[in-house]
């Protein structure tokens, strides 16, 4: 945190940077983060630390352009995970981007960098 | 969107310490009215009804300011799911937490409605007083923790039952114990009201501790989490701001204790007490809604900081940097290419950037020091004091020196020109902060020296110092690296509760007279010093 941003505090005016996390976090997951997996195919499990409502949820891939697909949910995944599947993949690095909605309403979101090897 | 994301995280936090605030107002009014106002009437003669129609009008009040916040804080999640999420607005409006927040606005709704008929003479709330604040409660509990744990769900609910009513009926119950000081005229009725509010706030303080030490057993999980977790820490700083709540109290029911033996005894001490507790009531409460979105400490076991790296970071060490690294050593000096791929915010920093912010802190502290040892002779050195009464012109050198230093890379340090700066959003944002700060420091100034003679005038300062200290402790770092952040928190958190201390030792002070007003007088200046050796001796490494 730089001075400029604890004196803008001071300065009450805290909207100047850097938002209040929530706290539904990722206690494990496939991919791990910057794993290599090889393979076209991927099945993806992300755990969290609390219930989740999967029905207000989203994973997003990022490919290599920038292009962002949004990677259908599935609905058997148990109430702290969120299941889904990347078809199609070709060698090169790729992003998962999470989103979530904890019961008591706080929105969490996070990244998962991998690469996919051949 | 991203941005959209961050400011919603903020908002939200402060839009439920809001909820959170107005609830407690409305809970603790109608609590008040049931244990003390109703039951007394007959010992309160004529002026209890007068103190009934101002406590309905508040509890009125907070319960209309319950159903906004409720309101603003559904529509907005809403429009968030919606908005990110790409679902049509009935689904996002579906989710458990809307539901929660329309329900409670819905209640709120009710008892404004209920507190409005009142003030009418209606009596149907007599009988639905203690329905009515059960439930405004329970459907809080709803949005909580509690609910998306999968063990000890039930116990947790409980515990935060307990834990926010003791909590409305203590905090919430102050502004109504202060209007019957005022509206009572009976010095035998208000000693009578005074020693009931004590026995119920103690009960109160009790229901609290209770739930609290449960949700704490659970949610933190090792002792070493108090310190070494993000949650940890904030859950620190809330227990110190209940032990400053407590002293406050304390003070309280001995000055409540004397007004039995004396009733007709003065009434002032006690009066501003209360206001502080109030306002520092409400830091905790916002310290709370805060808590409630950091993860538990207890599911982050290997993200804490050891002991050891926390008495490294805060060790006073010498000397303190008071030369700053070269220009060209810092990340800012590196081309523009060399981080165009990098999205903003994960640009590694290099030792040279942390020196640099190092320096900044350091002679920033300096500052702050100054101020404190001036405003400290002011009062100790009947000689000093017309030099001394000046510090608060320290403020507009403080604005200079963040004018020159604070954006690396603009004139006189960095290549952009003064202008040619403003329309980077954050620049200029600094640049407005600059002048905020030279204004107030004028301002103050102009107040000290008795220039500026409106009622509220002087009052600014200690606002302002407990507002800014309480927004601190709200906020929380958007780091990705959990300990580091936990380890930057720590260097936060005290300057923050010395801050709070600060503003709140200045309010007594003009508050208050005699003994009293001394000690409070030298309260703030102190905090003042030591927020600022804080600074002097920060690291960020
Ligand atoms: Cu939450």
Partial sequence: ?118 | MQLFIEIYGFLSVVLRGFILAAQSVSVGGLAFLLLLVWPLADALGPSGAVLERRALRLVFLSACGLVAAEALAAASLTLMLAGTLDIPVREAAEARAVAVDLMAALLGAVVALSAWRGRRGGVAIRSAAPVLAALLIGVQAGATHAVSQFEGALALAGAELLHMGGAAVWIGGIPYFLMALTDVADPRARAEIASRFSVMAAGAVAALLAGGLLMAAYYVGAPEALYGASYGVMLSAKIVLFLGLLFLGGLNFLAVRKLRNEPAGPLLRTRRFAETEIGVGLTVIFCAASLASLPPARDLPNDRASFAEIVDRLEPRLPVRLDSPDFEALSAALPAEATKDLPPGTQPRRAADIAWSEYNHHWAGLFVVAMGVMALLERMSRRLAPIMRHWPLVFIGLAGFLFLRADESVWPLGRLGLIESLRDPEIAQHRLLTLLIVAFGLFEWRVRLGRVTKWWAPYVFPISTATAAAFLLTHSHALTNLKEETLIEITHTPLALVGVAAGWSRWLELRLDGEAKKIAGFVWPVAFILAGLMLVFYREA
């Fill in chain 1, 1 to 118: 945190m730089g001075l400029f941003r604890l004196v803008s505090l001071v300065a009450c005016l805290a909207l100047t940077g850097g938002g209040a996390e929530a706290h539904a976090i990722v206690l494990n997951s496939t991919p791990r983060p910057d794993a290599i997996v090889s393979g076209r195919e991927l099945a993806i499990e992300i755990r969290f630390n609390s219930r989740i409502d999967a029905g207000r949820s989203h994973i997003k891939l990022f490919g290599r352009e920038g292009a962002a697909v949004s990677l259908p949910l599935d609905e058997s995944a148990s109430e702290d995970m969120l299941k889904a599947r990347a078809t199609g993949l070709a060698p090169g690095s790729y992003r998962l981007h999470w989103q979530t909605l904890s019961p008591d309403g706080h929105i969490s979101q996070g990244d998962i960098p991998f690469r996919v090897d051949r």
